[in-house]
């Protein structure tokens, strides 16, 4: 018995001896172990590494690229791009960040694909990044959905109402995630800005002035030779044809936004490209993400010299230019609070730091939009800027621009998502699609 315990004892001291000399030898890198970096950062091992298709590899989608591969929780496993030397550009663009950040993984080949369509049919594609004009992104969410994809698209969420209401319709049905990317929500001066107004530390809000540039014109371009490698069929897509323009969609010569937002066919101008952000954050500050104002009005150079939107509750809301750009002007009852990009001003000025207490009102709060996106993933959760906050504020931006093509005042009912007793303005809440791309409004 003897012999045979100290046998046992053996074979466990040249287990446990043989482990850490197997160790020495396997040098494994620690993000394949999960834990923490030195900075304290959570390593993501590679089994759970989200897979991300990118859609629209433009100006946008290489800058969006570059925010998900910080969060090192994903890989780019796909790219849909119909200009070929814009997705050669995002390519190379991925590819670099690699080469500098190890931390990032190993990089591996990124299939191309000129159809969205092949990309959604990829079983390894957990989720899509959709940074592609306006026109196109109803779209190519609702198909994304569809085939079971959780969503990340890019603001403003739809060029019309009826399809951002499609948007979260297919979002819901789908059981699937969908961030809208209005990331100023994850930004501290809008997150303060939104919680000392709700507490009323400037009293009741009486008025709000949004700064953003004009509304979009109808498309007058001329026509101009399109460029070797650009399918501009599948460009356009869903919409009619127009002759191909270089300020649609620029040559990688210029690193510049392209001007189709600034048309009618393709965008709703600064009212909705600027406006997503800046509606945005009003619609927060004032509780009304699932709602929406109640009248919008032309401007009539009498006694609305703005384009002006009312509230139930009375608020007004005008677009018109004050001392800041894209920034809003809120007016309380106790004082004011303008905030802008990386700037928040209050009256009183100590407001600008106040501390909001723990049993305040408090709103999400999101310190990293794409992290958030990718822990609702996980969580299966609804993300700061959920496909339903997307498409009301997109509405309140819409509907601004029908009240400036019409001209006239307008009652818009939230719940019903209906102009009161205007067959004209209804009819631009939707839009005909090219039957290939049509989907159901």
């Given amino acids: 018995m003897k012999k045979e315990k100290t046998s046992s004892v053996s074979r466990r001291d040249f287990m446990t001896n043989s482990a850490k000399v197997l160790a020495g030898f396997m040098i494994v890198p620690r993000y394949v172990l999960g834990g923490k970096s030195q900075a304290g950062l959570l390593y993501t091992a590679p089994s759970d590494m989200i897979n991300l298709g990118l859609i629209g590899?433009?100006?946008?989608?290489?800058?969006?690229?570059?925010?998900?591969?910080?969060?090192?929780?994903?890989?780019?496993?796909?790219l849909s791009e119909v200009y070929k030397a814009k997705a050669d550009l995002t390519l190379d663009r991925i590819k670099a960040e690699y080469e500098k950040n190890p931390k990032y993984g190993t990089y591996s080949e990124i299939s191309v694909y000129n159809d969205f369509r092949e990309l959604l049919g990829r079983k390894d594609v957990d989720a899509v990044v959709i940074a592609t004009p306006d026109h196109w992104h109803a779209v190519m969410a609702v198909k994304a959905a569809e085939a079971g994809k959780d969503i990340y698209c890019e603001k403003p969420l739809a060029l019309t109402v009826k399809e951002g209401r499609a948007m979260v319709n297919a979002a819901r049905k789908y059981d699937r995630v969908f961030q809208t990317g209005s990331m100023q929500r994850s930004w501290p001066e809008f997150r303060q800005a939104a919680e000392l107004i709700r507490n009323g530390y400037i009293g009741d809000i009486k008025s709000v002035k949004v700064n953003v540039g004009p509304p979009p014109?109808?498309?007058?371009?001329?026509?101009?030779?399109?460029?070797?490698?650009?399918?501009?069929?599948?460009?356009?897509?869903?919409?009619?044809?127009?002759?191909?323009?270089?300020?649609?969609?620029?040559?990688?010569?210029?690193?510049?936004?392209?001007n189709w937002r600034n048309y009618r066919e393709f965008g709703g101008g600064m009212v909705t490209d600027w406006g997503a952000h800046m509606f945005d954050i009003v619609q927060w500050a004032l509780d009304m993400d699932h709602t929406g104002p109640v009248e919008v009005i032309a401007p009539d150079g009498k006694d609305h010299p703005f384009l002006t939107y009312r509230y139930a509750n009375g608020i007004t809301m005008t677009h018109e230019k004050w001392e800041w750009n894209n920034a809003i002007h809120f007016f309380g009852t106790k004082g004011e609070l303008k905030v802008q990009r990386g700037k928040l001003e209050t009256s009183p000025a100590a407001l600008k730091d106040k501390g909001i207490g723990a049993n305040e009102k408090h709103v999400y709060k999101s310190e990293?939009?794409?992290?958030?996106?990718?822990?609702?993933?996980?969580?299966?959760?609804?993300?700061?800027?959920?496909?339903?906050?997307?498409?009301?504020?997109?509405?309140?931006?819409?509907?601004?621009?029908?009240?400036?093509q019409l001209n006239r005042r307008l009652e818009w009912n939230p719940a019903t998502e209906q102009f009161r007793n205007d067959a004209e303005a209804n009819a631009l809440l939707g839009r005909k699609m090219v039957n290939e791309w049509a989907i159901k409004l």
Avoid at 382 to 396: A, L, M, N, Q, Y
């Fill in 217 to 258: 014109k109808p498309y007058d371009l001329p026509a101009e030779p399109i460029p070797d490698g650009l399918d501009w069929a599948k460009w356009l897509g869903p919409n009619a044809p127009v002759a191909f323009n270089a300020e649609l969609a620029p040559p990688i010569s210029k690193d510049v936004y392209p």
């Fill in 57 to 78: 590899g433009g100006k946008q989608g290489k800058i969006l690229s570059g925010y998900f591969l910080k969060t090192e929780q994903i890989r780019f496993t796909a």
């Fill in 368 to 404: 990293d939009h794409y992290k958030d996106f990718l822990s609702a993933m996980r969580l299966r959760s609804k993300p700061i800027c959920d496909v339903e906050i997307g498409h009301r504020t997109s509405t309140v931006c819409n509907i601004g621009n029908i009240a400036y």
